[in-house]
């Protein structure tokens, strides 16, 4: 994507003692970051408040991180905000998010229509409270148009689900005769899987210190970059944002080659 330079330097003004934008080698920007937005909970539990809050604080952090992408220029925004085992958490949480998703996609639709911001969903959103289903359907009619970032919002999301879902796919479009078992490689899969279309993730961000994939796009990760912090994601800004991308940035990347000379 295009990065407005006058935009971006206004955005990172004011920098802080270890990290400013000149770190940054804005040619080698990662087309696609993913986050595992971690820790809403434990942020609201070390303020004293009750977890629902940390989620609502959740909200500014994501809508940081989505400007954010839009002023470094990615191509892709991922983000897993609920998963499928998720369901598990006591029925006044489930609901609040569910009520969360919904309110915060149609006030922020607005910011997505100014950066030109595209909303995708990865996972089962049919399976959505009626409100929530609605709002997230709305959200994709009036964003399909935009042909700037996608923001992958993973709701109901699990990847073996995933993985087992194209599976299905496939051997029935096989028994349809539609599709020889030879034809299908790491490229036909990938178009099965709810981020069809989208480059795997470059690199994947986790808050608050926990090192674990948690069921996210286990096939997408195969060569993603790890940047894990312990900072919890009420707590993520455009900074350590920008720490994440410098750390990416010093990686080799060898894909199961062998390093450049
Ligand atoms: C993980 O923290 C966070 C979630 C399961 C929900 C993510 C939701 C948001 C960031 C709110 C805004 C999202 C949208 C899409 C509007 P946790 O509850 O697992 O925290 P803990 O590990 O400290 O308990």
Redesign the pocket.
Known sequence: MQIDTEKLEAYYADAPEDIALSDIDLARIPRHVSII???????A?ARGLD?SE???A??D??REAVTTSVRLGLDVLS?????TE?WKRPQHEVDL?MH??AT??IHELPLFHQENVRLRFLGDIEALPEETRKVFQQGLDETADHDGMVFA?A?NYGARAEIVRAAKHLIQEVEDGNLEPEEIDDERFSQELYTAGLPDPDLLIRT?G?MRLSNYLLWQLAYTEFYVTDT??PDFSRWDFLRAIRSFQGRNRRFGGVAKA
């Open positions: 937005m971690d820790g809403n909970g434990r942020w539990q977890r940390g989620h609502v959740g909200v952090s994501l983000v897993y905000a609920f998963s998720n998010l969360l998703f915060t996609l919002l709701v608050s926990e919890y994601w």
